[in-house]
Nanobody
Framework: QVQLVESGGGLVQAGGSLRLSCTVS????????MGWYRQAPGKQRELVAD???????NYRDSVKGRFTISRDNAKNTVYLQMNSLKPEDTAVYYC?????????WGQGTQVTVSS
């Protein structure tokens, strides 16, 4: 059974940085396009960034130039480097595959950005 474990969240001031990690176990991780998602209170979960097995990246417009997604296939881990954080980035962040069927969602990691 695939398990997703996210970590690295926290409380930061606006303009600060965080690096999120997501370790995937029990899957052929290296061939999957992986994504980072976030869900703010009262809002739907949204895709923030994704990365293919070969390293091609896509970002939603609101995070372009500030966030960087990367992966280490040897460690079955995907990362999200978040710089110049804004209060509107506050959310629970999750990783998962980009396309259905999704794996069972992990617990996520809370990111809170204070103004």
């Amino acid at each position: 059974q695939v398990q997703l474990v996210e970590s690295g969240g926290g409380l930061v001031q606006a303009g600060g940085s965080l690096r999120l990690s997501c370790t995937v176990s029990g899957s052929v991780f290296s061939i999957k396009t992986m994504g980072w998602y976030r869900q703010a209170p009262g809002k739907q979960r949204e895709l923030v960034a994704d990365i293919t097995s070969t390293g091609s990246r896509n970002y939603r417009d609101s995070v372009k130039g500030r966030f960087t997604i990367s992966r280490d296939n040897a460690k079955n881990t995907v990362y999200l480097q978040m710089n110049s954080l804004k209060p509107e980035d506050t959310a629970v962040y999750y990783c998962n595959t980009k396309v259905v069927p999704f794996y069972s969602w992990g617990q996520g990691t809370q990111v809170t950005v204070s103004s």
